[in-house]
């Protein structure tokens, strides 16, 4: 019996401990539009809490999830996410083009303006998902004060959303027609 309760100890102990880290996951609207995130404190990458979003399917969903750098030129992500992946495992890593630009303010206050912007870097990825609840976890990876000498200037954001991918109409047509066909020829064999 005091075996018991001391592993039930432990048990409340990890999951009082991990409570806080669980509530940090904000709601990614699917079709939602840009959602934005930003950072603001020290250059060590240890010491910030990385953007973490969830999400849920309840079908089969392809989707179409991008980010991209806002504001200065220089920042870099890494994305994952974790559930009942179908595709493949995600991981989007972004660079930007031009590093001589890298700490340029780009005043794109947008997701759009900031991923028309060809300076800014961005990544995108397009994966089949099945129902499940998804996290989204973003990992800064490089901040645009590293390059600066660093210091505590290191303020930055960034844009994400997650879009349905439509299944194209002629592509259904040729599945439904293939159907048919095979409807057909194995209605045909019985006859026989």
Excluded: C
């Amino acid at each position: 019996m005091l075996l018991m309760v001391k592993y039930f100890r432990i048990l409340v102990l990890f999951a009082m401990l991990a409570l806080p880290f669980s509530v940090q996951a904000d709601t990614l609207p699917i079709d939602g539009g840009w959602q934005y995130f930003s950072w603001n404190g020290p250059t060590d990458p240890l010491a910030q809490t990385d953007p973490s979003w969830e999400f849920t399917l309840y079908t089969p969903t392809t989707l179409d999830i991008v980010i991209t750098d806002g504001w200065i030129i220089g920042d870099q992500f890494h994305l994952t996410i974790t559930g009942s992946i179908v595709g493949e495992q995600l991981s989007i890593d972004t660079s930007g083009i031009d590093y001589l630009l890298d700490g340029t303010q780009t005043w794109a206050n947008t997701g759009d303006l900031a991923l028309a912007n060809d300076y800014l870097s961005e990544g995108s990825y397009n994966i089949t998902l099945a129902p499940d609840v998804y996290t989204i976890d973003i990992d800064v990876i490089k901040y645009y004060a590293d390059l600066l000498g660093g210091g505590d200037n290191n303020t930055g954001g960034a844009f994400l959303r997650a879009d349905t991918v439509p299944v194209p109409e002629p592509a259904t047509l040729l599945l439904l027609g293939f159907g048919l066909i095979g409807l057909g020829g194995i209605r045909k064999k019985f006859r026989s």
